[in-house]
């Protein structure tokens, strides 16, 4: 939060002569921040490609086959980005741009796999859901049906919380890539989405969607 906070002020302070100074120091900021992250995450890759074992007999195919790919996309993104912080602090000669974009990629990766997981709940969670209301409903009330049908995913708050994070996390490595053209400060401000809703399923664990 604090890293895309800085990078969306940052960008969007340069341009105003008061707040040129600040928009140095946060620039600088996020940078540190980022790195700091990158040190947090160190390790991380493995424990990714060991969650893939608990999910290895898990009885819904779609779910299991995203999740296995998702999990095993994340750690190559985890990995490439240990190298980045290898080269950053120093201790090896990397090419960072390289890396960079072989971290993106992956990242983009287990993103879009999570989407299309967050996808089908939410659309079996409207088949299972339209057949109860289907029949008690007349065709004339067609427009209220999908009304009543989109009312329904307010139970299931942990599928649309989750497909609103990887919507906005799927702006980043899309940009980083060069496949869109999202200034510095929108994707500072995607990043602060994601990163708020994150912090909500730690306050609210209940509405982290299960398995992940």
């Given at each position: 939060?604090?890293?895309?906070?800085?990078?969306?002020?940052?960008?969007?302070?340069q341009?105003?002569?008061?707040?040129?100074?600040?928009a140095?120091?946060?620039?600088?900021?996020?940078?540190?921040?980022?790195?700091?992250?990158?040190?947090?995450?160190l390790?991380?890759?493995?424990d990714s490609l060991?969650?893939?074992?608990k999910?290895?007999?898990?009885?819904?195919?779609?779910?299991?086959?995203?999740?296995?790919?998702?999990?095993?996309?994340?750690?190559l993104?985890?990995?490439?980005?240990?190298?980045i912080?290898?080269?950053?602090?120093?201790?090896f000669?990397v090419?960072?741009?390289?890396?960079?974009?072989?971290a993106?990629?992956y990242?983009?990766m287990?993103?879009?796999m999570?989407l299309t997981?967050d996808?089908?709940?939410?659309?079996?969670?409207?088949?299972?859901?339209?057949?109860?209301?289907?029949?008690?409903t007349p065709k004339?009330?067609?427009?209220?049906r999908?009304?009543?049908?989109?009312y329904?995913l307010?139970?299931?708050k942990?599928?649309?919380?989750?497909?609103?994070?990887?919507?906005?996390d799927?702006?980043?490595?899309l940009?980083?890539?060069?496949?869109?053209?999202f200034?510095?400060?929108?994707?500072g401000i995607?990043?602060?989405?994601s990163?708020i809703?994150?912090?909500?399923t730690?306050?609210?664990?209940?509405?982290k969607?299960?398995?992940s």
């Amino acid at each position: 939060l604090l890293q895309y906070g800085s990078r969306a002020y940052w960008y969007y302070a340069q341009n105003i002569r008061s707040t040129q100074h600040s928009a140095e120091i946060l620039r600088s900021l996020e940078y540190t921040f980022s790195s700091f992250r990158k040190l947090l995450r160190l390790g991380r890759c493995l424990d990714s490609l060991y969650s893939t074992l608990k999910i290895m007999k898990y009885p819904d195919v779609v779910v299991r086959v995203t999740l296995i790919l998702s999990k095993i996309a994340n750690a190559l993104f985890l990995l490439a980005d240990h190298i980045i912080w290898i080269g950053r602090v120093g201790l090896f000669r990397v090419n960072i741009e390289k890396w960079s974009k072989v971290a993106n990629k992956y990242w983009l990766m287990s993103i879009i796999m999570n989407l299309t997981r967050d996808i089908y709940e939410i659309i079996r969670i409207l088949k299972d859901e339209g057949k109860d209301i289907l029949m008690r409903t007349p065709k004339f009330y067609d427009i209220w049906r999908q009304y009543e049908l989109l009312y329904h995913l307010k139970n299931h708050k942990d599928i649309v919380i989750d497909a609103i994070k990887n919507g906005c996390d799927l702006f980043i490595p899309l940009s980083a890539l060069g496949f869109t053209k999202f200034t510095p400060g929108a994707i500072g401000i995607l990043g602060m989405m994601s990163s708020i809703v994150g912090l909500y399923t730690l306050i609210y664990p209940l509405y982290k969607l299960a398995p992940s």
